[in-house]
């Protein structure tokens, strides 16, 4: 019953991760975590970053490694917390640091947490 106030919670980061997801090459499901990797054009885009976590769906430009999986699972886990406050808390946490001249990612307590 946990797991799935979890899923439902989570559910509205899930939702946009599931409609980016077609937009990948490989699929697979891991612990319940849908892994979608292999994608060009969010560099395209100006995407720095090698993976983003939205809800239960994690999205990798390349292959996924330990590493960033690992990290991306403590984003999954802040999804599960949060549930659709996360997005904008996280948001929030980046334009505070700017605001207080650090970094947007880097000093984003969210991205240090994980």
Avoid at 34 to 54: D, N, Q, S
Wanted: charged letters at 20%; a positive charge.
């Amino acid at each position: 019953m946990i797991r799935l106030a979890r899923l439902v919670w989570a559910a509205p980061g899930s939702l946009l991760g599931l409609l980016l997801a077609p937009f990948f090459r490989r699929h697979r499901v891991l612990g319940g975590i849908l892994v979608c990797e292999g994608a060009a054009w969010p560099r395209r885009l100006g995407w720095r970053y090698k993976a983003i976590t939205l809800g239960h769906v994690v999205l990798c430009v390349d292959d996924l490694d330990e590493a960033t999986l690992k990290h991306e699972l403590v984003h999954v886990t802040q999804y599960e917390r949060w549930g659709p406050l996360f997005l904008p808390a996280y948001v929030g946490a980046s334009l505070w640091c700017i605001v207080r001249g650090r970094h947007h990612h880097r000093d984003n307590p969210f991205e240090r947490a994980a």
